[in-house]
């Protein structure tokens, strides 16, 4: 059963707007979330995190929204820039010890 | 300062083999978890080591074992492969469970095939 939904699977955005990155998730007792960027050929790379505590944690140009009632996740990249173009896997957590992972979004950010 | 270090970073082996994963966790991190991510999916929970000990396990049989050293390393050990466990193995280390803000740091992987 996936617990972390990333329904699209990809996404193209031109270079200097917004990119929009979606996850839901169905445990409502996760209580920490993170977003990862992954590179071909690479580990994933932390990116950012929010607790269940927030709605809202930014970072430079990404910011992570929380919808705790929603069950839903989002990660706001702006502007959007030709090395954002990767795999972004958003994971959950509620014991601290295990992270339930989505299964990607491909984001190209086109020049 | 040196990340996660994985070995090897491919692999091939015949089903019913046994296989032997190693991961260096980063300068500082005391806590070693493993993920499988089969190909289009996301990393899946397989464990995760501290003090030595298995803390907590995913839903994976027990072919897969692990192993901590007093340095803080890991092995993650298949026994009777199957074609199925073809996927590319992920070590994450962290300071503690979460790792703080920064959650895991991951190694770049080891791709085994089992034909």
């Excluded at chain 2, 740091?105 to 034909?115: A, E, H, P």
């Amino acid at each position: 059963d996936q617990q972390v939904k990333q329904n699209s699977p990809s996404l193209s955005v031109q270079e200097g707007r917004i990119s929009i990155l979606n996850c839901d998730y169905t445990n409502s007792m996760f209580d920490y979330f993170l977003w990862y960027k992954k590179y071909p050929a690479e580990g994933p790379t932390f990116l950012i995190s929010i607790s269940s505590i927030k709605d809202k944690n930014e970072d430079g140009r990404f910011t992570v929204f929380l919808n705790k009632s929603a069950k839903h996740l989002s990660l706001h990249i702006v502007p959007s820039q030709p090395g954002d173009s990767a795999v972004y896997f958003c994971a959950a957590s509620f014991t601290g010890n295990q992270f339930y992972f989505g299964t990607g979004t491909s984001l190209t950010v086109i020049p | 300062d040196a990340g996660v270090t994985q070995s090897p970073t491919h692999l091939i082996k015949t089903r019913g083999q046994q296989v032997t994963l190693r991961c260096s966790p980063k300068s500082g991190h005391d806590t070693v978890s493993w993920y499988q991510q089969a190909l289009g999916q996301g990393p899946q929970f397989i464990f995760q080591y501290y003090e030595e000990e298995e803390r907590q396990r995913g839903n994976f049989p027990d072919r897969f074992s692990g192993h901590q050293f007093p340095n803080y390393s890991s092995e993650l050990n298949v026994n009777a492969l199957l074609l199925g466990d073809s996927a590319l193995y992920l070590c994450a280390s962290s300071f503690g469970a979460y790792g703080g803000s920064y959650g895991y740091t991951f190694g770049s992987g080891t791709r085994l095939t089992v034909v």
